[in-house]
């Protein structure tokens, strides 16, 4: 079970002129609430001012964002999801002079899950992700491609699907972002024109780079891929999903991708424990 705040009260509720829901305008965070606190709230508070910042949506404020979370009560083990969006308007996309901001909050208490991590199969999506400067790195509420995406696969044993852009540069999957282990340190795209900068990724970034693990962003193409040692996926509620299989090619743990779920495991992101 869910329980929701809208704009600070108890609800479930939103005007049916908000643009939210007419025209995904707002923004997103997903966090994962681990031994009672939201993991990397900082990180996840950061972004979401960054979105509000790029879209001109005034942001809330942290304090007033914090102070819905306590609101919502005490949770040990689940999900926390923030909503934006730029509230009711007009008809028309023109945004309105000044906005109202809604914010939706949801809390989802759940089970800690106790299984090891396993690694994942995954495939390659047709849809592709469009290349826009503009909403990339944000978590914008526009989130079709990865929906058509996700529709591509009904498989219960593929647990993943990767995205390309129109270049034909592998950009992420579609709720997780990827690196590649090659030539001793990481490869991850570069999020400069599409994809989404995940808070764990940086996680991610930064527990390497403050192990002198080298990590390149670049642009990735399949033949990375295939030339790759080792895979792995991040999202800040799974931590960190080792690859075992990409359509056909398969990849077996190498010891850099176990130092730094490791590594990450030490840093309060515990599914990653190995
Ligand atoms: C499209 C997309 N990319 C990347 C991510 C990973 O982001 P984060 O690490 O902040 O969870 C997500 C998370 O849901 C996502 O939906």
């Not at 709230?41 to 960054?50: P, T």
């Not at 690694?119 to 790195?137: D, H, K, Q, S």
């Not at 930064?206 to 891929?225: D, F, G, K, M």
Request: with cysteine; charged share 20%.
């Amino acid at each position: 079970m869910t329980a929701w705040l809208v704009n600070g009260s108890p609800g479930e509720s939103v005007p049916v002129d908000d643009r939210g829901l007419a025209y995904g305008d707002g923004l997103f965070e997903t966090i994962a609430i681990r031994a009672g606190q939201p993991r990397f709230l900082d990180a996840h508070l950061e972004r979401l001012q960054q979105g509000c910042d790029r879209l001109g949506i005034p942001y809330p404020g942290n304090e007033r964002l914090e102070a819905d979370i306590r609101l919502l009560g005490d949770c040990q083990h689940g999900t926390l999801k923030i909503l934006l969006t730029r509230g009711s308007g007009p008809r028309g996309y023109a945004p309105p002079e000044v906005a109202t901001v809604t914010r939706i909050l949801g809390l989802t208490e759940s089970e800690a899950d106790l299984t090891p991590v396993a690694a994942v199969r995954v495939r390659y999506c047709a849809t592709p992700v469009a290349v826009n400067r503009a909403l990339a790195g944000i978590k914008s509420l526009n989130r079709l491609e990865q929906v058509l995406a996700r529709a591509e696969w009904d498989d219960p044993g593929i647990q993943e699907g990767l995205m390309l852009n129109d270049r034909g540069d592998v950009v992420c999957g579609t709720m997780t972002n990827l690196f590649l282990v090659s030539g001793g340190g990481l490869l991850t795209p570069d999020l400069g024109e599409c994809g989404v900068r995940g808070v764990m990724r940086d996680r991610v970034i930064r527990v390497a780079e403050q192990n002198n693990i080298s990590v390149a962003e670049l642009r990735v193409s399949r033949t990375n891929i295939e030339n790759a040692e080792d895979m792995f996926l991040t999202n800040s509620l799974i931590g960190v999903w080792p690859v075992a299989e990409l359509d056909g090619q398969t990849f077996t743990r190498s010891a850099l991708t176990l130092r730094l779920m490791q590594l990450l495991a030490d840093a309060g992101v515990t599914e990653c424990a190995v």
